[in-house]
Each structure stands twice: as C-alpha cells, then as structure tokens.
C-alpha cells in the first residue's frame, strides 16, 4: 500500500454521484453513490511523528485535548481547516500532545479535472491508521469502517477510495439503518471481466475556471425542487446500474450514468444560490460527443462532476473516434483541449 512508508489511495470518478448531505457533524450524504476507481489517478501520504506518542493507547481514551502542533513549515501549503479538524478529531483520544509531519503528493496534475479530494482524503487516513499501527488493533472489518468513517468527514467521495483490491473496481457507497452505529457502507460491486478493458480519459474544457465547491454545493442541494426528486430514485438506479455490471449491460450503464449527471446538474442549476457548470463549451463539447459517439455506434460514455470537464469512460474500439473527436472539439472551441488519461493502463488515446 505505497512506496516508501507512503500510504496509497485512487481517485474516483462517480457514476451515480452523491450529491447534497446532512450538514450535522457526521456527513451524511442524502443518497447512495456508485463510483469507478481511477487507479492511474493517485495520492501518496506519509505521515510521522516528533512527539509523544503510544499507539498502544488504542484502546483507551485520553480525554485530554489540550496540545496537538501541526509541523506547518514542512509542509508547502497552509492545512485546510476541514484537514486541521480531521486530524484533530483523530488524534483526540490518542494523544495529548503531538507533533505531525504530513508529507503529500498526487501523481497526477492539479488541473486535469480530477479533484484530489478523494484520493487525498482517503491516503490521509491510511497514513493515520499506519501511524497508529491501526492493522495490529483492529480486524480487518474494524479497520474499513474506521477508514471510511474518518475519510468521510474529510471529504464524502473519499469514502468511495478507501477499498483498493485492485486498480479497476466500481465501488458502491451506501446508506445504512441510521439507528445503527455505522451509517454508511461501502463495498465492491461484483462485474462482468469486460469491465476489466474499460478506459477513462478528461478532456480538460476549463481548468481555471472558479467554481462553487462541492463542499457549497453540497449545502445548497436541498434548496432544489429536483432533490428530492432525483433523491427518491437512486436506489432503483443502484439496483440496476449493479445488475448491468454484473451482466456487461453497457447500453444501461451509459444511459444511467449519463442520466444520472444530467439529473445532478439539473439540481445544481435550480437550487439557490445556483451553479452551473454546463456552460457553452461544455455544451457544445457534448453535444459534439453524442453525435460523434452515436452515428459511430462506439462503446463510450460520459459523465461530469462540479467541474467544466467532461470525463469520458470507453473502449479500445472507441478510440479512434475520440481522437477524431479531439481534433474536431479543437477547431469547434478554437484552442487547445488538454487530455489526462487514467495512466496504469499506458499511452495515451
Ligand atoms: C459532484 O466529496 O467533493 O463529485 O463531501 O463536501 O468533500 P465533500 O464533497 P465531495 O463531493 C463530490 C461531488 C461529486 C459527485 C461524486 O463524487 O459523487
């Protein structure tokens, strides 16, 4: 699980996405979500310790939350303060006084339209767990629900990095009986090896663009008229989107997915405040997509998080068209359109 003492995580990219949670300290999201594991796309986390320290107090609990230093000039940026309150959350009943190196990096560039929330959460607390030696308290049932339970409160899709027996999986995060302990669940989702081929690529239409956060977006969700709507049918589509993978249904993956983040948008675009991502070149770059993808009857499909970048899932016999697809979304948008591609599969398009 990493080089060199780093602790390893994956991206996601949702098919049915999580969109809107309860704001209370638990984060709970309003819906189940369903993601496909970006291997290519990884974070890599260390973190140690100066001072004091047992990690054989697991057990007991140090109600004592007096001191806790966060080594700030060994790290390149200011600790966001949702980190700050994860890891001081964390080491609440570990420690009374301790001193943090967080050592971070992604092996994938900031804007390439993948956030690195989630994978950064989820290798953040897989380096905490290392830490404490987590593997030698806990079973292994016991230590996936603390993983997921801490990568949740820094970011929900990192709830959805935390399994990672391999680097293609569809990962389904699910909400639980809220009378029970543990309120949501994640697990693999069993698929048909013909998943085993497919790819993922961005186009990157805006990298700079200033958009709501997700965090924000989260919060206005429940404003929207269409939430509870689109929050009524998630389930079913679960059940379904299971079943396609299972049976290698690809028409129905395609058609839930690409249903499923239109349904997303439409919510982020009728909640108040508003957002919207689907701009023009977002637009006219889907539209290019379905007409090139349908009269060529490939096997691909879309889907688009809080960002103007159009994420692509295919096969190899789709990748002709997608070339293509570049050079004509190019001339259409008049510049240059840069493509990141999931890289443990190897060269590009
Ligand atoms: C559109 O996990 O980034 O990517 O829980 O506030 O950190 P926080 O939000 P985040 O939301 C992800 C939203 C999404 C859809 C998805 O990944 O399911």
Known sequence: NGDEGYSSAPSNIALIKYWGKNLSRKQIPDNSSLSYTLGGFRS???????????????????PIRNKLYLNSKDIEFPIPEKMDILIQSIFYNFADEITLKI???????????????????????????????????????????????????????????????????????????????????????????????????????NANEKKTSSSDGHKSASTSPLHNVRVAGVSKKIAMMTKALKEFDFDLVQQISEEDAFAMHAV????????????????????????????NEVLAFWTLDAGPNLHILYYKDAKQILTEYHVKLQELLDRDIKIFKNAYRGGLL
């Open 44 to 62: 890599f986390t260390k973190v140690t310790t100066q001072g004091r320290f047992l990690p054989e107090t697991y057990e007991k609990t140090i």
């Open 103 to 205: 050592e971070s990096y992604n092996n994938f560039p900031t804007a390439c339209g993948i956030a690195s929330s989630a994978s950064g959460y989820a290798a953040l607390v897989g380096a905490i767990a290392d830490l404490l030696q987590l593997k030698k308290h806990l079973s292994a049932i016991e230590l996936h629900t603390w993983l997921t339970e801490w990568a949740r409160l820094g970011s929900g899709s990192a709830t959805r990095s935390v399994i990672q027996s391999s680097e293609d999986s569809f990962i389904k995060w699910e909400l639980e009986d809220s009378c029970k302990e543990s309120f949501t669940k994640t697990s693999e989702l069993t698929f048909h090896p013909k998943w085993k081929q497919l790819e993922h690529c961005v186009f990157v239409l």
């Open 268 to 295: 982020m675009q009728t909640g108040n405040p508003s957002a919207c991502y689907l701009d023009e070149d977002v637009s006219k770059a889907l539209a290019l997509f379905i007409q090139m993808r349908d009269s």
